[in-house]
C-alpha cells in the first residue's frame, strides 16, 4: 500500500481511513441505484422505498460498526469531527430505520439524505488521507 510506506505516520490508521473512504464511496454509488433494482420485484412506490431505505440502514450499521470496531482494535483516537460523523451516521441509520417501520413519512427524502451523508463521510476521509499526507512529507 502506498500510504502503508512512510515511516513517520500511522499508516494503520491511514488504512482504515481508506476503507472507509471506499467502502462509503461504493456504497453511496452502489446504492443509489437501489430503488430501480428493487422496483423490478416491489410495484408499490412506498414499499421500494421502504425496502430501498431497510438495505441502505443495514449496509450503513455495518459500516459503522467496522470503522468503530477497528478504531477501538487498533486504538487509535477520533477526532471530534470523526465522532460527529459516526454519531451522525448513528443518527442517519435510526433515521433510516424509523422511516422503514413508518414512524417517519419521509422515506425518500431519509433515503436521499443518508445517500448525501455517505458522500459526506467519504469526502471527510480523503480530505484526511490528503492532510496527513502532505503532512508527513513536509520537513
Avoid: Y
Wanted: charged share 15%; with cysteine.
Amino acid at each position: 500500500m502506498v500510504f502503508g510506506k512512510r515511516v513517520d505516520s500511522r499508516p494503520e490508521e491511514e488504512r482504515v481511513r481508506l476503507i472507509s473512504m471506499l467502502r462509503a464511496s461504493l456504497v453511496a454509488m452502489f446504492c443509489s441505484f437501489l430503488p430501480l433494482v428493487v422496483e423490478f420485484i416491489i410495484t408499490e412506490p412506498d414499499h421500494v422505498w421502504r425496502v430501498s431505505s431497510a438495505i441502505l440502514g443495514t449496509v450503513m450499521s455495518l459500516n459503522v460498526t467496522f470503522f468503530i470496531r477497528s478504531a477501538v482494535f487498533n486504538r487509535f483516537a477520533l477526532s471530534h469531527f470523526q465522532k460527529f460523523t459516526v454519531f451522525g451516521g448513528i443518527a442517519m441509520i435510526l433515521a433510516l430505520f424509523s422511516s422503514v417501520i413508518g414512524l417517519i413519512p419521509w422515506t425518500f427524502q431519509i433515503f436521499i439524505i443518508a445517500l448525501i451523508w455517505m458522500l459526506f463521510i467519504a469526502s471527510n476521509h480523503f480530505v484526511l488521507l490528503v492532510v496527513s499526507s502532505t503532512s508527513a512529507d513536509t520537513p
